[in-house]
């Protein structure tokens, strides 16, 4: 008994420390954004603010209104086409047989595993010469090809395990496959659409490798670029700063609370399994 109290002791006083480093840097980054920029000091960064203020999240905000409606701009239409073009190759993948289909769907997901950086030259080139570098269209493009891999897995993993007898029943009645995706199918794709959803919108949301590198123009750039630029090269209004921070964490934070019961169902139902 004694032993079994030492346990459950030493695992709340572990779940404490853990909540603590997980919390603490959260706490800072709010408590800082709410102080005026006189008040804000490095090595106080953790003492509580004394005069809050909004100073930091209306510099902040009208700094990167325009760069926030980019990301959206980004972001939404990215997420969608990703649904869509994944959802029709896991299709393809999981119910039509023909040749070579292990090898094509392998090649596929291969596109997981090109680090960024190795083909940045190769797509700067690319996009240049189709009229698409420096603006949110070549990012757009950009971000739905490479987010289809993991898109197309995650589908291809979900249709897999729905019998064949249901597509077959599905022609028997006078559907074509493409009446069988769209009638039968789609229906019940919801969790795994939801996954990929907010997969791609967190992923395109939080990236800046891409965005800083295909995109030239400020009035263009996504929120992650800006957030960057937020800093100024001399004096760091951390006040500012970290408002900024927490301004653009907002849509994904949001995205996890509404769809985060269909997201951990999608999860369950064998989306992301190999």
Excluded: C
């Excluded at 408590?31 to 004394?50: G, Q, T």
């Excluded at 959802?87 to 090898?103: C, D, E, L, P, Q």
């Excluded at 209004?237 to 999608?266: D, H, S």
């Amino acid at each position: 008994m004694k032993l079994s109290k030492t346990n459950r002791a030493v695992k709340y006083i572990l779940a404490v420390i853990a909540a603590f480093l997980f919390l603490f840097p959260l706490y800072v980054i709010i408590n800082n954004s709410l102080k005026p920029f006189a008040d804000v000091r490095v090595s106080e960064m953790w003492v509580l603010a004394r005069s809050p203020s909004s100073e930091g999240f209306s510099k902040a905000f009208k700094a990167l209104r325009q760069n926030l409606i980019n990301s959206f701009i980004l972001v939404i239409p990215v997420s969608l086409l990703s649904v869509l073009f994944g959802s029709i190759i896991g299709f393809i993948f999981a119910k039509v047989r023909f040749k070579y289909s292990k090898a094509l769907f392998f090649l596929v997901i291969f596109g997981m595993f090109i680090p960024y950086q190795s083909i940045l030259i190769p797509l700067v080139r690319t996009l240049n010469k189709v009229w698409l570098y420096g603006k949110l269209e070549g990012l757009i493009v950009t971000h739905t090809i490479y987010g289809l891999p993991i898109s197309s897995l995650m589908f291809r993993n979900y249709y897999a395990k729905i019998p064949d007898e249901l597509v077959e029943a599905g022609m028997i009645d006078g559907l074509q496959l493409v009446g069988v995706f769209r009638q039968v199918v789609v229906p019940i794709s919801l969790p795994t659409m939801v996954v990929v959803l907010i997969w791609q919108f967190t992923s395109v949301w939080n990236d800046f490798l891409f965005a800083v590198t295909l995109t030239q123009n400020p009035l263009i750039q996504p929120v992650t670029v800006a957030l960057q630029n937020l800093a100024g090269t001399q004096v760091i209004e951390w006040n500012a700063q970290m408002a900024g921070a927490l301004i653009a964490a907002v849509p994904t934070l949001f995205v996890y609370i509404f769809l985060g019961k269909y997201f951990i169902q999608g999860l369950l139902s064998g989306s992301v399994k190999g």
